[in-house]
């Protein structure tokens, strides 16, 4: 499965990039809004990204009639070659992704919370899919079921579109989506920092180094 970040923040995706655990990022207007402050410059901050990421890195459109949407995406492509084009799960958005998938602009269909959408986008074209498990846990709906039932379904007609969880809240969400099969997992940062932490692994690293800092280092040959 793989990992990518969820967020705008150059300073996460260099981190996370060091890891060499990232193979992509996704964005969406929030987060983009929460990054462009002061005179910062939309296209020169998305470059910044797209050179970061030896990966998919979607970027989302903020047109609603279809035939914006398709101009705005191929203004987005134009940007770097691991573009995608985050289109939103409406009967436009269909319309673009057709209208895309023949222009060879790969595209990522988000605000996904159904079966049904979900095979929608992926007849139209949609290279990505992004059910957002977060959000319908939120009204106490089972994201990850959704998940389970995206993944019968495709597996049972063979459909090539990519699965991204999306809206995780936390590690576990991560390990369910993985054992689905999903795959991709897009998470914020502090979920991907979240990943590596257990208290066994702290506990025991601390003792081994107190058990070594007994010895006389004296005696020791390197």
């Given amino acids: 499965m793989k ?34 402050t002061g005179n910062t410059d939309f296209k020169k901050h998305v470059r910044k990204i797209l050179s970061l990421v030896n990966g998919p ?9 279809a035939k914006e949407m398709v101009e705005e995406g191929k203004r987005l492509k134009k940007l770097g070659d691991n573009v995608v084009v985050k289109i939103p799960a409406t009967v436009d958005g269909l319309k673009a992704l057709k209208v895309l998938r023949e222009l060879k602009i ?9 079966v049904n959408q979900a ?3 992926s007849k139209a074209g949609a290279n990505y899919v992004s059910p957002f498990v977060g959000r319908l846990d939120d009204i106490s709906e089972d994201g990850m079921s959704l998940v389970e039932d995206i993944r019968e379904v495709y597996d049972n007609f063979g459909l090539e579109t990519k699965i991204i969880v999306a809206s995780i809240r936390h590690p576990v969400h991560v390990k369910d989506a993985a054992l689905i099969g999903a795959d991709i997992a897009t998470m914020p940062f502090d979920v991907f920092r979240k990943l590596m932490n257990h208290p066994k692994t702290d506990e025991g690293l601390k003792r081994f180094l107190d058990d070594w800092h ?5 005696k020791l040959m390197f």
């Avoid at 150059?10 to 655990?21: R, T």
């Avoid at 890195?57 to 009639?65: C, F, K, N």
């Avoid at 790969?106 to 159904?114: I, P, Y």
């Fill in 106 to 114: 790969d595209t990522n269909a988000t605000l996904v919370f159904s």
């Fill in 214 to 218: 007994k010895i006389d280092k004296s």
């Fill in 57 to 65: 890195v979607s970027l989302e459109v903020t047109a609603t009639s």
């Fill in 119 to 121: 095979l929608m986008v």
């Fill in 3 to 36: 990992f990518f970040l969820d967020t705008a923040n150059i300073a996460e995706i260099e981190e996370g990039v060091s890891w060499g655990c990232v193979d992509g990022v996704t964005t969406n207007p929030t987060l983009i809004s929460k990054e462009l």
